[in-house]
């Protein structure tokens, strides 16, 4: 069965300063990867996505995520942060059969200071 | 095209009362899916439907949840006899069946069961 795991709860960071948020996934076969933001009582907004092909994807509002098959990762990471971009953070993965029902991680809320 | 909605966004009831749902998806979106997302945690599939037929359930849709989708378009959630614990955030999203499936995400509705 698929598994997300996001490691951190909560992100604190600076205006303006990078930010990378870590998601490692459980599932047997190659993955449809998703990484979605929700806002305070919001649904969710896709941010990006890695289907195949290269393993450094373009999302968003100056977002990028890397697959990396051999650490099970699917990292996120914007090289300048604003304070817009304060929100939470789900990365899931889906099936490639049955529907493509996501499985999703706890999700990390991101704080930033100014 | 203005997304995925869904109605109520916010629904309080009290315990025993029984509640419905709506979600509309992107119109040419054939795929439907319900998720709970509780406080604190990432969203969990409850089931989904493809045209009328819903194709999946899981075992968190108890015998207190129906969905429908009786003309393929939009969906219905119900719950019956609501328990404290069926407070939640229920999320709808679309997709079109392909080889790089994506799900769209409704606003939700958030349900307090008092």
């Known amino acids: 069965a698929q598994s997300v795991t996001q490691p951190d709860i909560h992100i604190t960071v600076s205006e303006g300063a990078s930010l990378e948020l870590r998601c490692n996934y459980s599932?047997?076969?190659?993955?449809?990867l998703f990484w979605y933001v929700q806002s305070p009582g919001q649904g969710l907004q896709l941010l990006l996505k890695y289907f195949s092909g290269d393993t450094l994807v373009q999302g968003i509002k100056g977002f990028e995520a890397e697959f990396k098959r051999s650490q099970s990762s699917f990292n996120l990471r914007k090289p300048s942060v604003h304070w817009s971009d304060a929100a939470e953070y789900f990365c899931a993965v889906g099936a490639l059969m049955g529907g493509n029902k996501l499985v999703f991680g706890a999700g990390t809320i991101l704080r930033v200071k100014s | 095209d203005t997304g995925v909605s869904q109605n109520p966004r916010h629904k309080i009831t009290k315990r025993g009362q029984n509640v419905t749902f709506r979600c509309d998806p992107i119109s040419e979106h054939n795929r439907l899916y319900w998720y709970r997302q509780t406080l604190g945690q990432g969203p969990e599939f409850l089931t989904y439907f493809q045209n009328e037929a819903q194709l999946e359930k899981s075992r968190l849709l108890s015998d207190r949840f129906s969905a429908e989708r009786p003309k393929g378009s939009f969906s219905t959630l119900e719950i019956q006899r609501t328990e404290q614990g069926d407070s939640a955030m229920y999320l709808c999203a679309s997709s079109f069946p392909s080889g790089a499936e994506t799900q769209y995400f409704g606003p939700g509705t958030r349900l307090l069961v008092l």
């Open positions: 599932y047997g076969a190659t993955p449809y």
